[in-house]
């Protein structure tokens, strides 16, 4: 009876889940905890059957015929294709919480302007599912899944997939914020990488590269699997770590170049006491506290540095803060129908 009666309230109270939107891996947490990382991709049929979606979140199905990947959530959590980012949100909470009703908490790029922002919230609040959805600065999750004081000035380098936004947070809002790398990282660091490949003559997948930046932290080599580009057959060639971190090397020192630029500009500075806080899935690098070493720069890289927006999200929806917040300046945007989306002003004005 107990449980009869825990599944009924199951499906009337709503489920607080901790969303975080990313242009490539999108990860939930639910109240228990988990973490379900997902691929930001939708499916969508091929030729024959044009504009038909398939499946999303990395969720396979079988099908017959072509079809093609879409990235329907851009750099900054922007909806490229409000579309696919609908099908994509409704296809995965229906998948992972079979229709059950959803209070959303999401994070959001301070850079989001409020066009961008509506559109992430119609995407969001298409599925039937959701009743109500919080937002939260993504810097001020993160700080809040590190446990920080977000009182007091803290300096956070997010290096995600597609751009790297430097933040300044305190008395619970995000002070300064700047984009300092606008180029798609990922597509600069693969193409170094593959030079690499085609100068030993071997020529490799996409995915097979990613692999490599993904794994080569815990080893000192890789043996990749290829084919010969002038032969065309198999073969293997063995890289080694040093030169996965030359390759993005460049990359790293022109962000740190643009965070000195900026730390000048408004006359700031690290300390022991507020280090630079690496967050996103640039900092699993290898090597990479040790290249921000090199320019003098104190870094801190916490555990599971690519999901603490979502650790910190969890905090805020089951009220778990290692200390008490101000809920009404952490969550500064809370949402129930579309009206109020269009009402919507701008987020933050102190963006640079």
Not at 73 to 102: G, M, W
Not at 111 to 128: M, P
Not at 259 to 269: A, G, H, I, R, W
Request: overall charge positive; glycine content about 6%.
């Amino acid at each position: 009876m107990k449980n009869a009666f825990k599944k009924i309230l199951e499906y009337i109270i709503p489920q607080r889940i901790a969303l975080q939107v990313g242009s490539r891996n999108t990860c939930l947490m639910d109240e228990e905890g988990n973490i379900e990382c997902l691929l930001t991709t939708v499916f969508e049929e091929g030729k024959e059957h044009s504009g038909k979606y398939l499946c999303a979140g990395g969720f396979w199905c079988h099908t017959e015929g072509s079809y093609r990947y879409l990235w329907p959530i851009c750099r900054r959590e922007v909806c490229n294709n409000l579309e696919a980012s609908s099908f994509f949100f409704k296809y995965t909470f229906s998948r992972l919480f079979h229709f059950k009703p959803l209070r959303i908490y999401s994070s959001v790029s301070p850079g989001t302007t409020d066009i961008d922002f509506r559109g992430l919230v119609d995407a969001v609040l298409s599925s039937k599912q959701v009743k109500k959805a919080s937002f939260v600065f993504e810097p001020i999750a993160a700080a809040i899944g590190m446990g920080l004081d977000i009182e007091k000035e803290n300096y956070i380098l997010d290096i995600g997939h597609t751009s790297s936004m430097f933040s300044v947070i305190s008395n619970n809002r995000v002070k300064y914020a700047h984009d300092i790398y606008s180029p798609c990282i990922c597509d600069e660091v693969l193409n170094a990488l593959k030079r690499v490949m085609m100068e030993n003559n071997i020529r490799v997948s996409e995915g097979m590269l990613l692999r490599i930046l993904t794994t080569i932290k815990d080893k000192e080599e890789y043996v990749v699997h290829g084919t010969n580009s002038v032969t065309a057959l198999p073969m293997q060639f063995t890289i080694t770590r040093e030169q996965v971190i030359s390759c993005y090397s460049p990359t790293i020192r022109s962000i740190i170049d643009r965070v000195k630029s900026f730390m000048k500009e408004k006359k700031l500075s690290f300390s022991a006491e507020s280090p630079l806080y690496l967050i996103g899935g640039g900092s699993c690098l290898a090597g990479i506290s040790k290249i921000f070493a090199e320019q003098g720069i104190n870094v801190v890289i916490p555990e599971n540095s690519d999901r603490v927006i979502a650790k910190g999200l969890h905090r805020i929806a089951m009220n778990k803060c290692n200390y008490p917040i101000d809920r009404e300046k952490v969550v500064f945007r809370e949402v129930k129908s579309f009206k109020q989306v269009r009402n919507a002003r701008r987020l933050l004005p102190l963006y640079d």
